[in-house]
């Protein structure tokens, strides 16, 4: 099993044993993203050199947050003080608020590595929609407006994502990208 099909709680225990390295497990999702967010187009914005040395950095610290070294996707609609928050919109692009949101600041504070942006509806109702894919089934939806948040966590690049409920945004994508947990193979 590669260290990105692991889920959270899993991945959390073996670091805080210190039998998996945060780097370790960031760069297993990176080539898990490689691999496969050509076809599910779950991430917006990536900085696959930022999230490694964020997560090198964990692994100098003794894990004491419930998150430490966790990668974790946000997304598109929730600031970051390290990538653009762009609402998925091209009035938007490449914006970058200078702050955390509150969740992000959390999770930060817990220990956990923001791996990137994931994608969404443009500002989370309306406009443009998101071009993520289901990654058990490329020809349907992940859902609303958290798509990308659910095929991210879904197809094992990432073991946690933010999204939002606005109307089924969480609730859809949680349902639509139900799939093998014990066995995850998925074609490339």
């Known amino acids: 099993m590669e260290p990105c099909q692991l889920t959270a709680a899993q991945a959390a225990a073996l670091i805080k ?86 969740c992000v600041a959390v999770a930060r504070g817990a220990g956990a590595v923001i791996l990137g942006k994931t994608d969404t509806v443009e500002f989370a109702s309306s406009g443009r929609k998101a071009l993520s894919r289901n990654p058990f089934n490329l020809a349907h939806t992940p859902g609303g407006s958290s798509s990308g948040s659910g095929a991210a966590v879904a197809d094992f690049m990432v073991p946690l994502a933010f999204g939002t409920q606005t109307s089924g945004s969480l609730i859809r994508p949680a349902a639509f990208n139900r799939g093998p947990r014990i066995n995850p193979t998925c074609p490339v």
Not at 23 to 41: G, H, K, M, P, Q
Not at 59 to 78: A, C, S, Y
């Open 17 to 102: 044993d210190r039998k998996l390295s945060c780097e370790e497990l960031v760069r297993s999702c990176l080539s898990r993203i490689a691999a496969r967010d050509r076809l599910v187009r779950a991430w917006l914005h990536l900085e696959p050199e930022q999230a490694i040395r964020a997560a090198r950095e964990s692994d100098k610290l003794q894990p004491t947050g419930v998150l430490h070294g966790l990668p974790i996707g946000v997304k598109d609609v929730i600031d970051t003080i390290d990538y653009p928050t762009t609402q998925n919109s091209p009035i938007y692009a490449g914006m970058r608020v200078g702050r955390d949101a509150a």
